[in-house]
């Protein structure tokens, strides 16, 4: 396959586990394209555009250059030697942190503003709750010299007040949303219908492994980069060995998948930690949602119910539909973390290691460290994707922890 990098694996017809969905978007039941007729033609533009820039090697070059010299690509692989100690297992942590903005994000819209490009757009939309997404967007549109409209919730533009200043900043022209609850689903259905009326100049900017085909499938592997850096870093640690746990934590999924796309194909037990009171997996049903067919918090009734969590990261009722497909067949495992836990965390990295993580993360480590020496036996070696630093939760968490 031109251009393809080290650890993934050729298209397989779709069985291989995190190959290629099939020709509708299914990963087993899950995933598929359930969007309205205007914009069927918008989905297939893009999953063609995407299909010929990922078997392109010059896309492919272009976009990794970019992550390494924006981005500050590859990131680490840090081997926490006294959370170690304390734990009695090792933890090798992949840096995501460290990237140009702070955490994984960056990845997957440096990939999608390249796409717009290649499909000779140059308007980027994004819709954002807690602003994360809208903020990456903006980046990468001031990046390519585009034109950036993120849609939020009145009640969210409000609570969000320095991540509205900052896309404003970068450049970006925030729309407030003053329709329905205000919040990140009615400004969903705003950037849709501003898709509808514009998709001839505009890419619809997704933020993480969800939506309607190609979303979760392009996403995941714009985020794999991840996971094939970690496979390769954890063989040079671990003596040629892959690690015997693989943990991320999950809101949409997107750091989770890209994580696991490098390690399907090994014996690694892959863990993904949702926010206990956003749990999709451990607690929600199937259904559809935002174009998909996927697990979701939902009441008797099919309405979807809202999420909770602290992290604002993890505050989605849905997570991607490859994640519920790797659940159904066993080959990941979904568990959750709550917040008095998470916050433990927190602190535990922070004083063993010197390193502050973002609070989407601590979920994962809360698991780790709840389950290290029982579940997870004493002696093996997991690795934890650090998706993100912790400089934009520290005033949070300070209000909190006093
Ligand atoms: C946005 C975000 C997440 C959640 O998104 P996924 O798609 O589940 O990865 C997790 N961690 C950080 C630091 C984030 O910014």
Request: aromatic share 6%; with cysteine.
């Amino acid at each position: 396959m031109p251009g393809a990098v080290p650890g993934e694996s050729a298209w397989s017809g779709g069985t291989a586990i995190m190959g290629e969905p099939t020709p509708e978007g299914r990963f087993g039941e899950f995933g598929g394209r359930f969007v309205p007729e205007s914009l069927v033609p918008a989905c297939q533009e893009l999953e063609v555009a995407f299909r010929s820039a990922w078997s392109d090697s010059a896309f492919r070059s272009e976009y990794h250059a970019i992550l390494r010299d924006y981005a500050g690509r590859p990131t680490p692989v840090t081997e926490c030697h006294r959370l170690s100690e304390r734990l009695g297992v090792r933890v090798l942590l992949k840096r995501e942190d460290l990237t140009h903005t702070g955490s994984h994000k960056i990845n997957n819209v440096v990939g999608q503003a390249l796409l717009t490009r290649a499909m000779g757009k140059r308007r980027l939309l994004a819709e954002t709750g807690a602003g994360q997404h809208g903020v990456a967007t903006a980046t990468a549109a001031a990046l390519f010299g585009m034109e950036c409209v993120v849609y939020m919730g009145a009640v969210d533009v409000q609570r969000q007040a320095l991540n509205v200043f900052r896309m404003r900043l970068l450049g970006a022209e925030v729309r407030t949303v003053e329709s329905g609850s205000r919040t990140l689903k009615d400004a969903i259905n705003e950037a849709l219908r501003d898709w509808v009326a514009s998709v001839e100049t505009t890419h619809y900017c997704l933020g993480s492994v969800m939506g309607p085909h190609p979303y979760p499938w392009m996403v995941r592997q714009l985020q794999r980069v991840v996971g094939d850096e970690a496979r390769d870093q954890c063989r040079a640690l671990l003596g040629g060995a892959d690690p015997d746990y693989v943990v991320a934590c999950v809101g949409g999924g997107s750091n989770a998948a890209g994580t696991f796309a490098g390690f399907a194909d090994t014996d690694a037990k892959l863990i993904g930690v949702e926010a206990a009171g956003g749990a999709a997996l451990a607690r929600g049903i199937p259904g559809v949602v935002h174009g998909m067919r996927s697990h979701l918090l939902q009441d008797e009734h099919g309405q979807v119910l809202e999420a909770h969590s602290m992290s604002a990261g993890l505050d989605y009722p849905g997570v991607g539909p490859e994640h519920a497909h790797l659940a159904a067949i066993g080959r990941a495992e979904y568990v959750e973390a709550g917040d008095v836990e998470v916050l433990a965390a927190l602190r535990l990295l922070s004083e063993t290691e010197g390193i502050i993580p973002a609070l989407e993360p601590a979920h994962a480590l809360a698991w780790v460290a709840r389950v290290a020496g029982a579940e997870i036996p004493a002696g093996s070696s997991v690795l934890v994707t650090l998706s993100g630093r912790g400089d934009k939760d520290v005033a949070q968490v300070m209000e909190i922890l006093g």
